[in-house]
């Protein structure tokens, strides 16, 4: 028998907390390859192939999928020639650099000014974590609402989510609403919109842990598998989605695939959703 394991999002989806309905799916492929300015194509055509595919798909979406079971190192576009891992700055910044990633693979103006910008790709990526991590957890007035050493919230991190013109909300993956909440971060990312992950454990493990701790990105799902970066080794995870949906569910979760690819954490238990698309 599986055992039954509470999460604090399971209370929270009880009490109806940071609920709403489920926003409509995005229109199939529509943002997958976000749209490159005219003004960009000679600097692009200027670059290497490999710097070049790089800036355009920071995420490594257009390329075969990580295999389950065997992790890919996920590299940032630079055109100095340095290798640099997309990787956390420090163990507060996992939802800033999932939002990082986010925006450069929506934006190719982004990710070309990274690609060669001094000091390099890793410095400025690093910078922009921490500009994000601040914006997150900003309230009214510039003044912190947020202790910035608990990391981002989802509430912050829905606020500053960019990938392209498309803007987010968030929902609690517990209770009984959570398979619907992740079958919509499923259906997202199939359609070509990545969805930020909060990843967590449960009161089996002691109340600091039955909270969000974690935060991955849901980059893609092809053909029953979903490739998930997990930035605090800057890799990209391939986890069949069936196993991932079961990582929402109030269960004990004792599935490695799963844990590896969302931090070393067994649940899913928050996700940030797409909620409209504008410009």
């Not at 194509?41 to 390329?63: E, F, S």
């Amino acid at each position: 028998m599986v055992a039954r394991a509470l999460r604090a999002t399971d209370v929270l989806a009880l009490l109806g907390a940071f609920a709403g309905p489920t926003p409509e799916p995005p229109p199939s492929g529509r943002f997958a390859r976000p749209e490159v300015p005219e003004d960009l194509v000679p600097a692009l055509a200027a670059l290497a192939p490999a710097v070049r595919a790089r800036v355009l798909d920071p995420l490594g979406r257009l390329g075969p999928q990580p295999a389950p079971g065997r992790p890919r190192t996920l590299t940032l576009p630079a055109a100095d020639g340095v290798v640099a891992t997309a990787r956390q700055v420090d163990e507060r910044t996992c939802g800033a650099a999932v939002l990082a990633l986010l925006a450069l693979a929506g934006d190719p103006r982004r990710a070309l000014e990274l690609s060669r910008r001094p000091p390099g790709a890793a410095e400025i990526f690093a910078g922009s974590q921490r500009t994000l991590h601040a914006r997150a957890t900003r309230g009214p007035g510039g003044l912190p609402a947020w202790p910035v050493a608990l990391g981002t919230p989802p509430w912050g991190a829905a606020r500053v989510a960019r990938y392209g013109p498309v803007r987010y909300t968030h929902r609690v993956v517990g209770g009984r609403s959570g398979g619907r909440v992740l079958a919509a971060a499923v259906e997202a990312a199939a359609a070509g919109v990545p969805v930020p992950l909060y990843s967590g454990g449960d009161l089996a493990g002691g109340v600091s842990t039955a909270v969000p701790r974690h935060v991955v990105l849901l980059t893609t799902v092809r053909g029953g598998v979903a490739t998930v970066y997990e930035p605090s080794a800057g890799r990209l995870h391939g986890v069949p989605v069936a196993r991932l949906v079961a990582a929402g569910a109030r269960e004990r979760g004792d599935d490695p695939l799963v844990a590896a690819a969302l931090g070393g954490w067994p649940h899913v238990v928050w996700a940030l959703l797409p909620r409209d698309a504008r410009g």
